[in-house]
């Protein structure tokens, strides 16, 4: 199933943000300090008047890959119903192209070890060692891809 992948507001995804990404977890709010930087756009897919997917994506430097011009990767999210659909996929498409059109060398992620699978997938390599995130409680590893 092809989605259109479009730029929302941040009060359109928040909803679906703190759905998916607080469940459990020792912070309860979704609101990333990154949400107020000038760039940022928030991609994602509606079904009818519904988000179900959600992304967000700015420009900072990989602290991995210091000196590279980079987009950083957030929020990454698909309701539980659809996941597995081809959804996250195509939103990684879309930041792809936008990375491109932004002319940076590189994306990149804090991905949850729960998704590496998902990132490898979309052609992302782990980069550093494992780490604890304290909004999560999870362990993550950063994760990039080159453009
Ligand atoms: C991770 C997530 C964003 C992926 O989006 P999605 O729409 O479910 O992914 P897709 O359907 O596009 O899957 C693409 C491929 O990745 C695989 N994949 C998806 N999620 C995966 C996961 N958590 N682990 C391993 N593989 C995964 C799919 O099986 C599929 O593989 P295939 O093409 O070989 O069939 C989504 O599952 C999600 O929101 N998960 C919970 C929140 C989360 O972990 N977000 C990431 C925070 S860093």
Redesign the pocket.
Known sequence: MTQEVVALTLEDIMPLRVK??RKDTPVTHCNYPEDTYEDVIHLGVKNESTVV?TSSWFRKECPDLVGEAALQLKG???DDS?????????IIAAGLALATERGVSIVW????D?????YL??GFAEIGPGYMDEPTGMP?HNVYRRI
């Open positions: 998916v990404l997917g990454m999210a698909v659809l996941q597995g659909s081809g959804i996250g996929v195509q992620a804090r991905a949850r729960s998704a590496l699978g998902f997938r979309c993550h």
